[in-house]
Structure formats: structure tokens, C-alpha cells
């Protein structure tokens, strides 16, 4: 019962958002720019969570961000009100990361991406100087693992597992069936689990 309480308060709170999303976007689209601010207050910190972990630098990922919002705005007279938002915004995120990505590899290679608080941060937790190494070295083996997954695999690990969507918005902003996002990810476990463990000598 209580997990049906907790899905049923996810599900309430998600169409509560739905809403404001599509309220904004009308908003915007009559003129009024502060209502598209809204939007960006409430989808900035997930794009630059993902685009960190695409892209491996916080001022790459910022400048990122910005360039998805702005692509976003001019797209928006061509979105459809009755579909949603969210995943429709990831789209564009994810489009543009993927043409941002391959420059990277095109210039200097794969970029491995740092996982986890900066390093000032954990002196301001309090961690013991050995402590926080140990798990500086964890994030950096995670990361290193995760950033050797067939970009396929590595895209969905990262909606599903880090930015916390759901299925059905996962497979709508890859734009592949919701059986393909289930296999995806099964896989993408798996050899998650085989790299950590040829790491660590296991």
C-alpha cells in the first residue's frame, strides 16, 4: 500500500507539472518571456546533469545548456500542445550533446567525466583526506566504466539511472519503442557490472 501511495504521489506531482509546463508554454508563445524563465528554473539543474556527464566539463556543459534552452524557444511554435514537454525538451538536449560529443572525440578523443562533488566540496562534508580519496577513486572507476559504454547504452543508463525518467519518457525522448529502452538498459547493467570488475582486478 504504501508504494502505491508513493507511485500514486510521483504520479500526481508529475501531472501537476505537466500542466505548469504546458501553461508556460502558452504563456510564451502570447509574448511573455518570463513565463519560458520558469521553465528554465525548473530544467536547468537536470540538463546540466546530464550534459556534464556527456560532455565532462562544467563550463562545456553550462554553455550547453544554454544552447539546448535557446534551441528550445525557437523550436517552440512547432510543439505540439497535446504532446509532453519534458521529454520533448530532452530530444533536443540529447541531439544536440550527441553533435557536441562527437567534436570532442573528433578533437582530443573521449573525454572521461568526473562523477560526483567537486573536491572543495569535500572538505566542506568533513571527509578524512583518505576517506574522500577512496571515494574519488570509486567515482573515477564508475565514470571511467561508464563512459566506455556503447553510446546507445551509455544514453539510456543515464535518463533511466541518473536523471530518473521513467520508461514511457525515456523511450519518447530517444524515440524508440519502450521494450528497446527495457533491453538497453538491462544491457548497459551488465556491462557496467563486467568493466567495474575487470577494474578492480575482480
Do not use: C
Not at 572525440?105 to 560526483?116: D, F
Not at 572543495?120 to 561508464?146: K, S, W
Amino acid at each position: 500500500m504504501e508504494g502505491l501511495a508513493k507511485e500514486s504521489g510521483n504520479t500526481r506531482e508529475r501531472r501537476f507539472e505537466e500542466a505548469s509546463d504546458l501553461l508556460a508554454i502558452q504563456e510564451t508563445l502570447r509574448g511573455n518571456r518570463n513565463a519560458f524563465a520558469q521553465i528554465v528554473e525548473r530544467y536547468t539543474p537536470l540538463l546540466y546533469s546530464l550534459a556534464f556527464r556527456m560532455l565532462g566539463r562544467g563550463e562545456e556543459a553550462q554553455e550547453a545548456v544554454q544552447e539546448i534552452f535557446l534551441r528550445a524557444y525557437r523550436a517552440l511554435p512547432r510543439f505540439r500542445l497535446e504532446r509532453r514537454f519534458h521529454p520533448w525538451l530532452y530530444t533536443i538536449a540529447l541531439n544536440y550533446l550527441r553533435t557536441v560529443a562527437r567534436r570532442q572525440r573528433r578533437r582530443r578523443g573521449l573525454r572521461l567525466v568526473r562523477l560526483g562533488e567537486e573536491l572543495d566540496t569535500v572538505a566542506d562534508r568533513g571527509e578524512l583526506p583518505a576517506a574522500a580519496a577512496e571515494r574519488e577513486d570509486g567515482e573515477r572507476l564508475a565514470q571511467e566504466a561508464l563512459a566506455g559504454l556503447p553510446p546507445l547504452y551509455r544514453e539510456v543508463f543515464l535518463l533511466r539511472e541518473v536523471e530518473g525518467l521513467g520508461v514511457r519518457d525515456t523511450a519518447e525522448a530517444l524515440g524508440v519503442p519502450e521494450g528497446t529502452v527495457k533491453v538497453r538498459l538491462h544491457r548497459a547493467r551488465k556491462e557496467l557490472v563486467r568493466r567495474l570488475a575487470g577494474m578492480m582486478g575482480s
